[in-house]
């Protein structure tokens, strides 16, 4: 695999290798890093719903470190049964659908903000504009955390997923890496729910200190796990589908002319774009015993990467799979995880999304994708995204 791309070629490069795996090789073992990796849409499914073979604990791959310890215990994300249903349970209360809902009234605020600050200019740059600010804005606003902190925020979400790539958790050192970091948000964010403690609010910090599930309230730890998990890879999630949405479209204008048309498209078209560009490409689960898949059998205690682009472009489950196709239905895509550990950020990434690309749609009758040479991208094999997305504007 290629280390640290950064262009449109090395994107398509990475498609071509997961096609022709996915016909080839459907279940493979890599020999050189000892784990399997599964290529098609069934085993893929399979593997994310399976809870009871495939789990979520990568701890015994996890170099021991007491810093990074104390950081996953709210990480419920990493966790199985019972642990991850009571937690996920708990937080669950709180960050409802009513809850992310009510946000839409805020998120077309500093959409509107953040537009206006580019209104005079004909090209802005998409992603430090606005695909990252607004997240990243709201899910501070929402933590009752400054906003303003948001350029640690980005170097938190770099050290953790990014620069050191999706599995550096995996390597002494790449936990050597993220230490500081994750020190520095335990402090942060600890402080931060110390003060909701002592002064609660409306806030989303305020309602996790107070939710309760037969007698059990989240502690300090868990609560910094989940925060830590809205504030890394939540907004990150947002940011590459919307820099993904717009790119999509800029090289679809058949697709974007039918969505100034009939703007109702939006739904089905981000669930499009999050099929045909999968912010993140792969997740890791572990084998809890011996099981045959794909024919070939996976001993008990190995990784397996399941590669959630492949298995989105699998045409024994999606028609023409390599056509973006903004009316595609049904499209069970497996973006956000399926089973269990679905995304529980996912209604909020959606939102925003789409009240963003609704007023960029809005507001500028043409919306022009640059040549490739112009464009920085995230190395695919981490994050399907854009790094730097500079957009000419013609407004209305």
Not at 191 to 208: F, M, T, Y
Request: aromatic share 8%.
């Amino acid at each position: 695999m290629t280390t640290t791309p950064s262009t449109a070629r090395d994107m398509d490069d990475m498609i071509a290798w997961l096609s022709d795996m996915r016909r080839r090789e459907p279940v493979s073992f890599d020999e050189r890093t000892g784990r399997w990796h599964v290529f098609q849409y069934e085993d893929a499914r399979r593997v994310l719903t399976d809870f009871t073979v495939f789990s979520n604990d990568l701890s015994a791959f996890i170099p021991e470190n007491e810093a990074l310890e104390a950081f996953q215990k709210g990480n419920f994300q990493g966790m199985d049964p019972p642990r991850h249903r009571h937690l996920r349970g708990l937080v669950s209360q709180v960050f409802t659908p009513r809850f992310v809902a009510g946000l839409r009234p805020r998120l077309e605020a500093v959409t509107t903000e953040l537009l206006d600050a580019v209104r005079d200019q004909d090209e802005f740059d998409l992603i430090a504009d606005l695909a990252y600010p607004l997240p990243v804005i709201v899910i501070a606003e929402v933590l009752g955390v400054p906003a303003e902190d948001r350029s640690m925020f980005q170097n938190w979400a770099s050290t953790m997923l990014v620069d050191n790539g999706v599995d550096a958790i995996l390597s002494e050192a790449g936990v050597e890496a993220m230490v500081p970091v994750i020190n520095e948000m335990n402090e942060y964010l600890l402080a931060h729910i110390r003060r909701h403690r002592a002064r609660p609010d409306d806030g989303l910090i305020s309602k996790l200190l107070a939710v309760e599930e037969e007698g059990r309230r989240l502690g300090d730890q868990e609560i910094i796990g989940f925060l830590s998990l809205l504030l890394v890879a939540g907004h990150l999630t947002t940011t590459a589908l919307l820099g993904n949405s717009v790119m999509c479209l800029g090289r679809n204008s058949a697709a974007a002319a039918d969505l100034r048309a009939d703007p109702s498209l939006s739904d089905s078209m981000i669930e499009e774009v999050l099929r045909y560009r999968s912010p993140f490409p792969w997740v890791d689960r572990v084998t809890k015993q011996n099981v045959a898949i794909g024919g070939r059998e996976i001993p008990e205690g190995v990784m397996v990467d399941v590669w959630i682009s492949s298995a989105n472009r699998d045409p024994e489950v999606f028609s023409d799979p390599e056509l973006f196709d903004i009316r595609r239905a049904p499209n069970h895509h497996l973006a956000f995880g399926k089973g269990i550990h679905f995304c529980l950020g996912a209604p909020l990434a959606r939102l925003e999304t789409k009240v963003a690309l609704g007023q960029l749609l809005d507001r500028y009758p043409r919306l022009v994708v640059p040549p490739e040479e112009q464009i920085e991208y995230h190395d695919p094999y981490s994050m399907q995204g854009v790094k730097r997305l500079p957009l000419t504007v013609v407004p209305a």
